[in-house]
């Protein structure tokens, strides 16, 4: 399973704390004389290294589950060959578990171990930049010459463009449209990244990727988009070897970006002309 680490652990401090828990269950099962004591000290002493790491819903899937409960409520029990069984299938799974997810995690650090520089734009900057998304010179706008540039979108960002494909708004209806086609294009079969633009490097450019970030299994997204789209881009930049900065023309999403902790780009539209005064 995919976990969310909380904002400020390390990744490496994350995988240490998930192996330490590995092992410690494995040992569990050489107490096979006082082996419910020991799962019970097992799973106290995960919650104290792990609930400083991961967030509490992750902690409830690795450690903290239903059958959990269910073996504090029959201590009355222990020993006997009913909650024995069912002690073994709990320590059995959670063992599994965890280490797939010691692995997914070592994935994921892999996958956003990529040299370059990570953006996540919010759907305002789909809409409002001055040029179309095909056009975009992002190595120019970000001033990172030579260094490849990964343009990271949250399912919701495409979701939100989805819906704004029926906007009353021509232009943004537009717009939409063209976004989708050219994630379409650039995605082709791979289904989630692609190629957006080659490097140059006689124009020293680097080469323009764009992924779509899913949801992970189990996520509930936030109520407010902005915010959904800022905790998933924090959700990769505690795992990423790089910094993972936010793309936006939103005053009000720039500021929650900040506040979060997430360096931000806020990107200005070209200045319109003083309205008349109403005398």
Sequence with gaps: MLIKLIPGVSRDAALQGLQQAAIDLQNTYALRDRRYEAYCEWANNAVRQLRHVIRTDD????V?????WVLQSLAALAGTPVVNDLLDMEVEERKRVIEDTVTELREQVRH???SGTFVVPDT??????????RDWDLSAELKTAELDIHVLVPIIVVDELDRLKDSRDK???WRAAHTLGVLDEALGTAATSGQLVAGDPFARRGNVTVEVVLDPPRHVRLPIPDDEIIDRALAIQAIASHTVTLLTFDTGQSTRARQAGLPVRKLNMPDEPEPPAKC
């Design 112 to 114: 956003w171990s990529r």
């Design 64 to 68: 903290l589950t239903q059958r959990y």
């Design 171 to 173: 232009h943004v209806r």
């Design 59 to 62: 902690l409830e899937a690795l």
């Design 124 to 133: 305002s900057v789909f809409i409002k930049h001055p040029q179309k998304f």
